[in-house]
């Protein structure tokens, strides 16, 4: 599996651990927040535990906040 994250991929989850995506949470929504997290940030954060909760928001967004990811 392809580990790499380009450059235009990566979007700032720090230092607040929390990113807005679009669509709405989804039945596992703090799975989707962690591929999302995955998805969107430096492979190393897959070194460590990761737990999301994911937030409903108007305009058919998401909110996505991970508070036990590691920033570096």
Do not use: H
């Not at 392809?2 to 703090?30: M, R, Y």
């Not at 999302?36 to 190393?44: A, C, F, I, K, R």
């Amino acid at each position: 599996e392809e580990l790499s994250v380009t450059a235009g991929q990566i979007k700032p989850w720090c230092p607040s651990k929390k990113q807005a995506f679009s669509g709405s949470c989804s039945n596992d929504g703090a799975q989707q927040c962690v591929n999302d997290l995955l998805n969107t940030w430096y492979p190393y954060v897959r070194l460590s535990p990761i737990s999301c909760t994911c937030t409903s928001q108007a305009n058919n967004m998401r909110l996505c906040s991970c508070p036990n990811m590691i920033c570096k």
